[in-house]
C-alpha cells in the first residue's frame, strides 16, 4: 500500500512557474513508478509525465514537453513536477500516480491503468 499526497498547487499567472510536489508512504518508495496525471473541468484525466524507480528514465506528453520536468528524490520519498511557462490550458487538478516496477529499469505505457495508487489531486490554475 502507498499513500500520496500533493502538496504545491496554486494560482500562477500564464508564463509563470510552479513546482507540485508528492509525498509518498508506505510501501518501499524506490520500488514504484511515479507517474503525474491532469485532469480539467469537464475533460478525461490525461497522462502528464512520469519517471522509473530509479529516477533516470522519464516520459512526457507532447503538451508538457520543454516546459514540465519530473524528478524524484528517493531519500525523502518525494516526486516532483516542476511546471515552467505555463499555459492557460494547463489549468486542471494535478494528480500524482505511483505504480509497481516495469522492464525492470523502464516506463509503462503512459495511461492511467498503468498505476494503483492515486493522491487526491492538486489544483493548479493558470490566469491571463
Known amino acids: 500500500q502507498v499513500q500520496l499526497v500533493e502538496s504545491g498547487g496554486g494560482l500562477v499567472q500564464a508564463g509563470g512557474s510552479l513546482k507540485v510536489s508528492c509525498a509518498a508512504s508506505g510501501r518501499t518508495f524506490n520500488s514504484v513508478i511515479m507517474g503525474w496525471f491532469r485532469q480539467a473541468p469537464g475533460k478525461e484525466r490525461e497522462f502528464v509525465a512520469h519517471?522509473?524507480?530509479?529516477?533516470?528514465?522519464?516520459g512526457y506528453a507532447d503538451s508538457v514537453k520543454g516546459r514540465f520536468t519530473i524528478s524524484r528524490d528517493n531519500a525523502k520519498n518525494t516526486v516532483y513536477l516542476q511546471m515552467n511557462s505555463l499555459k492557460l490550458e494547463d489549468t486542471a487538478v494535478y494528480y500524482c500516480?505511483?505504480?509497481?516496477?516495469?522492464?525492470?529499469?523502464?516506463?509503462?505505457?503512459?495511461?492511467?491503468?498503468?498505476?494503483?495508487?492515486w493522491g487526491r489531486g492538486a489544483q493548479v490554475t493558470v490566469s491571463s
Open positions: 519517471i522509473n524507480w530509479s529516477g533516470d528514465v522519464t
Open positions: 500516480a505511483a505504480g509497481p516496477r516495469y522492464g525492470g529499469n523502464g516506463l509503462p505505457p503512459p495511461r492511467s491503468t498503468s498505476y494503483i495508487y
